[in-house]
């Protein structure tokens, strides 16, 4: 299973984590991080008056591997 795992800071500072399941492997570094900085610019996430991604900060990939023992 891959996802894509997105580090935000919100507009105090604080790391807030994103994680989107199964991304689309054939965007560039480029594309991927236009479309999260769009997400900085929605503006539906936010807690008691604080902008929670109000920036993106990194973005990796994170692959899983499961092996059945039986």
């Known amino acids: 299973m891959l996802k894509l795992a997105a580090t935000f800071a919100n507009n105090e500072g604080k790391a807030h984590q994103w994680n989107f399941s199964e991304p689309n492997r054939n965007l560039s570094s480029n594309e991927i991080q236009t479309q999260l900085e ?3 610019t929605v503006g539906l996430f936010e807690k008691e ?3 929670l991604y109000d ?4 973005a990796k990939y994170i692959e899983t591997i499961e092996t059945p023992i039986f």
């Open 55 to 58: 920036q993106v900060t990194s």
């Open 49 to 51: 008056g604080k902008k």
């Open 38 to 40: 769009m997400l900085c």
